[in-house]
């Protein structure tokens, strides 16, 4: 019977909602400047109850109320009150109060509650006191009915001394997503006083009272709340309730002094609810007073001081049907504790400190874990087998949960029993025919295929899933009119009704995934109230497209036979009243072949790894996000989604959340503020064709193709023709990346024509053209911009990129400033870059930069300063022209197709330098480096001869000219040999001995990387066949800094070696080499030192002669090296070490402040020399929390504490050393 009013009330409350829409709105914003007369956000009221009353007097309507803190300022009666604790807000018939918006909302679904919090607080006078708080701090008397709503707000801070219901005092009025705690009563109800009320969706936490310290409820419904937290002197912590329903509530960590832990309920239907962790002196988990019915709950972990942990029965007329009381504690009656007769059927009485306590209880069909209390006769009663099954996944804890991790166990329990669990099928269709559903929402009743008579049912709160077979192939046919026996076995006996035939595989258990196969035609859902049309919410695969005689899943043709899921209600083509949405796909199933369409807010709703493939989805939503497809965790395949609106928000195409979009037309979709197309979080998009999307509103709008978020990688894709009235009109990327694609065609009204950014995203290997904007025609506010054109973009200012971070190895040409240059940024750098053809109305040069940005290693048409940068000609193939094969003819947005690849005349051939950052291929994926040093610009020019070399490692000698096959073919350059190698997938490369040096052509910048996967070996004579052979004493391979005048330390590089992994799983190695003469202590920063490593081998290496540190490293093994005559000014000359293995190493002769030869933080030192060097504090050493052992520390000198080592911060462990003749000089 309560299950029927709760179905009623859910359609009156649908009633309620859909009125609302046509209601007049009142707006209130706390920090409005405006007229205060609630006309609009603007004009807003700064205070609620003006709003009320004027909703009100107008006949009704709805008042929308932005973010802030609220307090009463007359009372019930709307009088200001001589005794200002009467103050509160009043609820009025036919009006409805919103919390949760910013205030800028246009619709109520844009809102957000829980970030845009609305309190309404009986706080009054700003105080510690509670006591002049008010009495209520929401109020309606018993003239109101449900239309009187309150919605999405906060109340708090009340406080009564006499009165019932300090937070909320109502009487016929409904209350929906609202959070009411710290509200305080010495009478009844502390959070909420209900009578004839209905509340929903709400939390009540932190409340106190004598009875009821959430809720007090008289002939109230109470549904899908939680209550946590709450406590009572008297009965009632959670609820105290009389002549109520209450379905689908969770309470827990309630606490009552006297009776009632969570529930104290009289004449009462209590519903699918949960229960656990509450304490009380008698019944923690529920005292029933008289004619209560409790069903489908679940009842664990409850403790009572004297009787009844789960359940105390005081009166007559209870019943307990199909409850799960386990785990509860009390002295008398652990799980169940009885003054008076009670029923009790279908149920699990499990591992409680006593299961039952008394003869007076009526127990039948039903486990426990003994039968010391039932032995007299009662029928049907079971004791549990441990041995065997019983439910999927049992908490552990017994009785009160004291930690957040008993808390957590009992949360993740899972009740429902296993396959074959005793449970099943055992319990009494009689006493639980008047349930539908289980706890958790599930059919209660299954019909065995394979039994007769009425419907079974299993024991306890939790049904378990059907063991039902259909026919061997695992197919059900169906067709648009059912034929034959309608059975579905086949296609002449299809059936007409998808949603049936999902429901019935819902509740059955499959080893293989049934399939569903479709015959083309219009499928519509058999109600316009349901909130999905169709819904998939076990592991099924359904296929449409068939004529209607296959055999074969391959043998559809998709193109001709359409079969189609329509959202389609009432007026033809108005999607207004449709189903709000088509279909709901979950749990790893499959949906191929369908078009979606007619939804009036989202075509499809994908979740749980779930594959949507040769789908249409088209003409879906009219004002709400989301209109085409949302989709989590899920797949896309070889779909198109076009014509879907989300006129007054967001997301019209796609909402991909962690899901992969691939080979689909995502076009023709508009949106009024973000995503027009496509919007993706962590998600992939590959080989789309996004084109014709837009979003329209013309004081916020994003990215009319793509908005991606949240490492989001797009690849191969052609994004096109999009537009957005402010921003982004092709696609928007935060910390997020696009590669191989084209982006052409787009435009913005404002910044970003064809991509914009917050500065996060990394566009790699892309071509950009012939997108226009206010900012940034092409690119705006770009982390990184590599291997890339950008031609052909117009802007006001910076009309190929504005603002950027990085640009590297890219074309930027033919582009059309109004103002400044085509490249336009605070600061940046361009390296390897072509800039040429590229226009401005007043500006001569095509670079403008606000304050500091390097050009380097780059062709400039008209020239710029920057190490490595030259000028080219305008004229394209003159001698030092850029030598395009084909580029357009006009600077600006052109309908000419360019080629921007470079021929072997051009200038800009080996003109780059080798660094950390250069791409192993350019915009075609050819190998970068063909000649001796990379090309300048988007494209490599010629074919890399290295392609086909298959070899064990790479050769270098100092006078080498081959490709490094062999030391007779040896290269000369370690900058290509280990970029080669990392690009060729080759494990070493061999250097023989001789001086390298880090820059020919003098640049201090320049040093060596070493490569993920690839090792260094020095020390070759040049003639070796084993690395056995090598003698690196004899034969050093010397990497130096000294790329200026010779000896001379002013002008040498400020790093020699470098390596940072990209993950915790990358490593390098490196053996065999001297590595000499850097000086960084002259550069402002002081970033560099001569090695800078992570997660790095080194062994068998020499530092010496080098100005400032010589060696950083972190996570790294170093051993058997020798470190001397180095000098810094700060930190450890020789050697800064952060969580790194040190062995077998010397160090000698160095000087640094802190720690003349080593600074250590969490490293491991052994077997060490460490002798003769000089530093401030600790001569030798300099460490913090590491570990040195069996080493020898002596002859070290530090100018002020710790000669031989000077240990700091956290403890370090020092034993088994030799340490002697080290001295302070002060």
Same mark, same amino acid.
């Given at each position: 019977?309560?299950?029927?009013?709760?179905?009623?009330?859910?359609?009156?409350?649908?009633?309620?909602?859909?009125?609302?829409?046509?209601?007049?709105?009142?707006?209130?914003?706390?920090?409005?400047?405006?007229?205060?007369?609630?006309?609009?956000?603007?004009?807003?009221?700064?205070?609620?109850?003006?709003?009320?009353?004027?909703?009100?007097?107008?006949?009704?309507?709805?008042?929308?109320?932005?973010?802030?803190?609220?307090?009463?300022?007359?009372?019930?009666?709307?009088?200001? #009150?001589?005794?200002?604790?009467?103050?509160? %807000?009043?609820?009025?018939?036919?009006?409805?109060?919103?919390?949760?918006?910013?205030?800028?909302?246009?619709?109520?679904?844009?809102?957000?509650?829980?970030?845009?919090?609305?309190?309404?607080?009986?706080?009054?006078?700003?105080?510690?006191?509670?006591?002049?708080?008010?009495?209520?701090?929401?109020?309606?008397?018993?003239?109101?009915?449900?239309?009187?709503?309150?919605?999405?707000?906060?109340?708090?801070?009340?406080?009564?001394?006499?009165?019932?219901?300090?937070?909320?005092?109502?009487?016929?009025?409904?209350?929906?997503?609202?959070?009411?705690?710290?509200?305080?009563?010495?009478?009844?109800?502390?959070?909420?006083?209900?009578?004839?009320?209905?509340?929903?969706?709400?939390?009540?936490?932190?409340?106190?009272?004598?009875?009821?310290?959430?809720?007090?409820?008289?002939?109230?419904?109470?549904?899908?709340?939680?209550?946590?937290?709450?406590?009572?002197?008297?009965?009632?912590?959670?609820?105290?309730?009389?002549?109520?329903?209450?379905?689908?509530?969770?309470?827990?960590?309630?606490?009552?002094?006297?009776?009632? +832990?969570?529930?104290?309920?009289?004449?009462?239907?209590?519903?699918?609810?949960?229960?656990?962790?509450?304490?009380?002196?008698?019944?923690?988990?529920?005292?029933?007073?008289?004619?209560?019915?409790?069903?489908?709950?679940?009842?664990?972990?409850?403790?009572?001081?004297?009787?009844?942990?789960?359940?105390?029965?005081?009166?007559?007329?209870?019943?307990?049907?199909?409850?799960?009381?386990?785990?509860?504690?009390?002295?008398?009656?652990?799980?169940?504790?009885?003054?008076?007769?009670?029923?009790?059927?279908?149920?699990?009485?499990?591992?409680?400190?006593?299961?039952?306590?008394?003869?007076?209880?009526?127990?039948?069909?039903?486990?426990?874990?003994?039968?010391?209390?039932?032995?007299?006769?009662?029928?049907?009663?079971?004791?549990?087998?441990?041995?065997?099954?019983?439910? =999927?996944?049992?908490?552990?804890?017994?009785?009160?949960?004291?930690?957040?991790?008993?808390?957590?166990?009992?949360?993740?329990?899972?009740?429902?029993?296993?396959?074959?669990?005793?449970?099943?099928?055992?319990?009494?269709?009689?006493?639980?025919?008047?349930?539908?559903?289980?706890?958790?929402?599930?059919?209660?009743?299954?019909?065995?295929?394979?039994?007769?008579?009425? #419907?079974?049912?299993?024991?306890?709160?939790?049904?378990?899933?059907?063991?039902?077979?259909?026919?061997?192939?695992?197919?059900?046919?169906?067709?648009?009119?059912?034929?034959?026996?309608?059975?579905?076995?086949?296609?002449?006996?299809?059936?007409?009704?998808?949603?049936?035939?999902?429901?019935?595989?819902?509740?059955?258990? %499959?080893? $293989?995934?049934?399939?569903?196969?479709?015959?083309?035609?219009?499928?519509? #859902?058999?109600?316009?109230?349901?909130? @999905?049309?169709?819904?998939?919410?076990?592991? =099924?695969?359904?296929?449409?497209?068939?004529?209607?005689?296959?055999?074969?899943? *391959?043998?559809?043709?998709?193109?001709?036979?359409?079969?189609?899921?329509?959202?389609?209600?009432?007026?033809?083509?108005?999607?207004?009243?449709?189903?709000?949405?088509?279909?709901?796909?979950?749990?790893?199933?499959?949906?191929?072949? %369908?078009?979606?369409?007619?939804?009036?807010?989202?075509?499809?709703?994908?979740?749980?790894?779930?594959?949507?493939?040769?789908?249409?989805?088209?003409?879906?939503?009219?004002?709400?996000?989301?209109?085409?497809?949302?989709?989590?965790?899920?797949?896309?395949?070889?779909?198109?989604?076009?014509?879907?609106?989300?006129?007054?928000?967001?997301?019209?195409?796609?909402?991909?959340?962690?899901?992969?979009?691939?080979?689909?037309?995502?076009?023709?979709?508009?949106?009024?503020?973000?995503?027009?197309?496509?919007?993706?979080?962590?998600?992939?998009?590959?080989?789309?064709?996004?084109?014709?999307?837009?979003?329209?509103?013309?004081?916020?709008?994003?990215?009319?193709?793509?908005?991606?978020?949240?490492?989001?990688?797009?690849?191969?894709?052609?994004?096109?023709?999009?537009?957005?009235?402010?921003?982004?009109?092709?696609?928007?990327?935060?910390?997020?990346?696009?590669?191989?694609?084209?982006?052409? +065609?787009?435009?913005?009204?404002?910044?970003?024509? +064809?991509?914009?950014?917050?500065?996060?995203?990394?566009?790699?290997?892309?071509?950009?053209?012939?997108?226009?904007?206010?900012?940034?025609?092409?690119?705006?506010?770009?982390?990184?911009?590599?291997?890339?054109?950008?031609?052909?973009?117009?802007?006001?200012?910076?009309?190929?990129?504005?603002?950027?971070?990085?640009?590297?190895?890219? $074309?930027?040409?033919?582009?059309?400033?109004?103002?400044?240059?085509?490249?336009?940024?605070?600061?940046?750098?361009?390296?390897?870059?072509?800039?040429?053809?590229?226009?401005?109305?007043?500006?001569?040069?095509?670079?403008?930069?606000?304050?500091?940005?390097?050009?380097?290693?780059?062709?400039?048409?008209?020239?710029?300063?920057?190490?490595?940068?030259?000028?080219?000609?305008?004229?394209? $193939?003159?001698?030092?022209?850029?030598?395009?094969?084909?580029?357009?003819?006009?600077?600006? =947005?052109?309908?000419?197709?360019?080629?921007?690849?470079?021929?072997?005349?051009?200038?800009?051939?080996?003109?780059?330098?080798?660094?950390?950052?250069?791409?192993?291929?350019?915009?075609?994926?050819?190998?970068?480096?063909?000649?001796?040093?990379?090309?300048?610009?988007?494209?490599?020019?010629?074919?890399?001869?290295?392609?086909?070399?298959?070899?064990?490692?790479?050769?270098?000698?100092?006078?080498?000219?081959? *490709?490094?096959?062999?030391?007779?073919?040896?290269?000369?350059?370690?900058?290509?040999?280990?970029?080669?190698?990392?690009?060729?997938?080759?494990?070493?490369?061999?250097?023989?001995?001789?001086?390298?040096?880090?820059?020919?052509?003098?640049?201090?910048?320049?040093?060596?990387?070493?490569?993920?996967?690839?090792?260094?070996?020095?020390? @070759?004579?040049?003639?070796?066949?084993?690395?056995?052979?090598?003698?690196? +004493?004899?034969?050093?391979?010397?990497?130096?800094?000294?790329?200026?005048?010779?000896?001379?330390?002013?002008?040498?590089?400020?790093?020699?070696?470098?390596?940072?992994?990209?993950?915790?799983?990358?490593?390098?190695?490196?053996?065999?080499?001297?590595?000499?003469?850097?000086?960084? $202590?002259?550069? #402002?920063?002081?970033?560099?030192?001569?090695?800078?490593?992570?997660?790095?081998?080194?062994?068998?290496?020499?530092?010496?002669?080098?100005?400032?540190?010589?060696?950083?490293?972190?996570?790294?093994?170093?051993?058997?090296?020798?470190?001397?005559?180095?000098?810094?000014?700060?930190?450890?000359?020789?050697?800064?070490?952060?969580?790194?293995?040190?062995?077998?190493?010397?160090?000698?002769?160095?000087?640094?402040?802190?720690?003349?030869?080593?600074?250590?933080?969490?490293?491991?030192?052994?077997?060490?020399?460490?002798?003769?060097?000089?530093?401030?504090?600790?001569?030798?050493?300099?460490?913090?929390?590491?570990?040195?052992?069996?080493?020898?520390?002596?002859?070290?000198?530090?100018?002020?504490?710790?000669?031989?080592?000077?240990?700091?911060?956290?403890?370090?462990?020092?034993?088994?050393?030799?340490?002697?003749?080290?001295?302070?000089?002060?």
């Amino acid at each position: 019977m309560g299950i029927r009013k709760i179905i009623y009330g859910i359609c009156v409350c649908m009633l309620w909602v859909s009125a609302a829409y046509a209601q007049k709105v009142v707006y209130v914003d706390i920090q409005a400047k405006g007229t205060n007369d609630g006309s609009s956000w603007k004009n807003a009221f700064t205070q609620l109850q003006p709003a009320i009353q004027k909703a009100a007097d107008i006949g009704g309507g709805a008042v929308w109320v932005a973010q802030g803190t609220y307090k009463p300022t007359l009372d019930s009666t709307g009088k200001i #009150p001589t005794n200002t604790r009467n103050k509160c %807000f009043v609820l009025h018939k036919n009006v409805i109060v919103y919390g949760g918006f910013n205030g800028s909302e246009q619709t109520v679904d844009m809102r957000n509650f829980n970030k845009n919090q609305v309190i309404l607080s009986g706080e009054l006078q700003g105080n510690t006191s509670v006591t002049d708080n008010a009495y209520h701090v929401v109020y309606s008397n018993k003239q109101c009915d449900t239309t009187a709503q309150l919605d999405g707000v906060t109340i708090s801070n009340g406080y009564s001394d006499d009165k019932n219901g300090a937070g909320v005092y109502v009487q016929g009025a409904l209350l929906r997503n609202c959070n009411i705690f710290n509200n305080t009563s010495l009478a009844i109800a502390g959070g909420l006083y209900a009578k004839n009320a209905w509340i929903e969706y709400c939390e009540f936490s932190y409340n106190t009272a004598q009875n009821g310290g959430g809720c007090y409820s008289y002939n109230s419904q109470i549904r899908f709340c939680t209550f946590r937290n709450n406590t009572a002197t008297k009965n009632g912590a959670g609820m105290y309730v009389l002549n109520s329903t209450l379905y689908k509530n969770t309470l827990y960590y309630n606490h009552a002094q006297e009776n009632g +832990g969570a529930l104290y309920a009289q004449q009462t239907v209590i519903d699918a609810h949960t229960i656990y962790c509450n304490k009380a002196q008698k019944g923690a988990g529920v005292y029933c007073d008289a004619n209560n019915i409790i069903q489908n709950s679940i009842i664990t972990n409850n403790t009572a001081v004297t009787d009844g942990g789960g359940v105390y029965v005081l009166s007559t007329q209870n019943k307990i049907i199909n409850v799960t009381v386990s785990l509860n504690t009390a002295v008398s009656g652990g799980g169940i504790s009885a003054a008076q007769q009670v029923i009790v059927g279908n149920s699990l009485l499990l591992n409680n400190s006593q299961d039952i306590d008394a003869q007076s209880i009526i127990i039948s069909y039903s486990y426990l874990s003994d039968n010391s209390y039932v032995s007299n006769g009662t029928d049907s009663v079971w004791v549990v087998d441990p041995a065997k099954g019983l439910c =999927v996944k049992m908490p552990d804890t017994v009785g009160y949960a004291v930690t957040p991790q008993g808390l957590e166990n009992i949360r993740k329990a899972n009740w429902e029993p296993v396959s074959g669990s005793q449970l099943c099928d055992k319990g009494n269709f009689v006493l639980a025919q008047y349930l539908i559903r289980d706890c958790m929402g599930n059919n209660r009743f299954n019909r065995n295929s394979q039994k007769q008579g009425p #419907p079974i049912v299993d024991i306890g709160a939790v049904e378990a899933k059907s063991s039902l077979l259909i026919q061997a192939n695992n197919i059900i046919y169906v067709k648009p009119r059912w034929t034959g026996t309608g059975d579905g076995t086949s296609w002449e006996n299809a059936t007409s009704n998808i949603q049936q035939v999902l429901q019935m595989l819902s509740s059955m258990y %499959f080893s $293989t995934p049934p399939q569903i196969w479709v015959q083309q035609g219009i499928y519509y #859902p058999s109600s316009v109230s349901l909130p @999905f049309g169709f819904q998939i919410k076990s592991k =099924v695969h359904m296929y449409g497209g068939f004529k209607g005689t296959e055999t074969q899943i *391959d043998e559809r043709n998709l193109a001709v036979y359409n079969s189609q899921l329509s959202g389609e209600f009432g007026v033809f083509g108005d999607n207004n009243d449709n189903i709000e949405t088509v279909l709901y796909v979950s749990n790893e199933s499959i949906v191929d072949g %369908f078009s979606i369409t007619g939804a009036k807010h989202t075509g499809l709703q994908v979740f749980n790894f779930s594959t949507i493939k040769n789908c249409e989805i088209l003409y879906n939503g009219v004002e709400e996000e989301s209109a085409g497809i949302k989709m989590y965790d899920s797949y896309m395949e070889n779909c198109k989604v076009h014509h879907n609106v989300s006129a007054k928000s967001s997301y019209a195409g796609i909402y991909a959340y962690s899901s992969s979009i691939k080979n689909s037309y995502i076009f023709d979709n508009t949106a009024l503020f973000y995503a027009g197309g496509i919007y993706a979080f962590n998600s992939t998009i590959d080989n789309c064709f996004v084109y014709n999307n837009s979003v329209t509103n013309e004081m916020f709008a994003y990215a009319g193709g793509i908005y991606a978020t949240g490492n989001t990688i797009i690849t191969s894709s052609s994004i096109y023709n999009n537009v957005s009235e402010v921003n982004s009109g092709g696609l928007y990327l935060d910390n997020s990346i696009i590669r191989n694609s084209s982006v052409y +065609g787009n435009s913005a009204k404002n910044f970003g024509g +064809g991509i914009s950014s917050n500065n996060t995203g990394i566009i790699e290997a892309c071509s950009i053209e012939n997108n226009s904007a206010l900012r940034g025609g092409g690119v705006h506010s770009i982390k990184r911009l590599v291997n890339s054109v950008v031609a052909n973009n117009s802007a006001e200012m910076g009309a190929a990129v504005y603002n950027f971070s990085e640009i590297l190895y890219a $074309t930027i040409a033919n582009n059309a400033s109004q103002t400044y240059g085509s490249i336009y940024s605070n600061s940046g750098t361009i390296m390897a870059s072509i800039i040429w053809g590229n226009t401005s109305a007043n500006w001569q040069y095509p670079i403008f930069f606000q304050s500091a940005g390097d050009v380097l290693y780059s062709a400039v048409q008209g020239g710029w300063s920057g190490n490595g940068t030259f000028m080219i000609d305008s004229r394209n $193939t003159d001698a030092y022209g850029p030598h395009f094969v084909e580029p357009t003819t006009v600077s600006g =947005v052109s309908s000419q197709q360019g080629n921007w690849s470079i021929e072997a005349a051009s200038v800009c051939i080996d003109k780059s330098i080798f660094t950390q950052h250069i791409p192993s291929t350019d915009i075609e994926g050819s190998c970068r480096v063909i000649g001796e040093n990379p090309d300048i610009g988007a494209y490599e020019q010629g074919v890399s001869a290295y392609d086909t070399l298959q070899l064990q490692r790479i050769y270098v000698t100092t006078l080498g000219e081959g *490709d490094g096959s062999s030391w007779d073919k040896a290269m000369n350059n370690i900058h290509k040999a280990l970029f080669l190698a990392d690009y060729l997938k080759i494990p070493e490369v061999w250097v023989a001995q001789g001086t390298y040096v880090t820059s020919e052509v003098r640049d201090r910048s320049v040093y060596f990387t070493l490569r993920t996967g690839v090792s260094l070996y020095g020390g @070759f004579k040049g003639n070796e066949t084993f690395l056995q052979e090598r003698n690196p +004493g004899a034969f050093p391979s010397i990497l130096s800094g000294d790329i200026g005048r010779l000896e001379r330390e002013y002008d040498d590089a400020y790093r020699i070696l470098y390596y940072s992994p990209t993950s915790l799983k990358d490593s390098s190695f490196i053996d065999g080499f001297v590595i000499q003469n850097s000086n960084n $202590t002259n550069e #402002p920063s002081q970033a560099f030192c001569a090695a800078d490593i992570t997660q790095v081998s080194m062994s068998n290496c020499i530092f010496t002669n080098n100005t400032g540190i010589a060696l950083r490293a972190k996570d790294c093994i170093i051993s058997q090296c020798n470190f001397f005559d180095n000098k810094a000014s700060e930190y450890g000359a020789a050697v800064v070490l952060d969580k790194t293995n040190f062995t077998n190493n010397s160090v000698y002769n160095n000087y640094g402040k802190q720690g003349g030869g080593i600074y250590a933080n969490q490293s491991k030192i052994s077997l060490c020399n460490v002798y003769s060097n000089t530093g401030q504090n600790g001569g030798g050493m300099y460490v913090l929390k590491s570990d040195i052992s069996q080493s020898k520390i002596y002859n070290n000198t530090a100018e002020i504490n710790g000669g031989g080592i000077y240990a700091v911060g956290m403890p370090s462990r020092i034993v088994n050393n030799v340490i002697y003749n080290n001295v302070n000089s002060t």
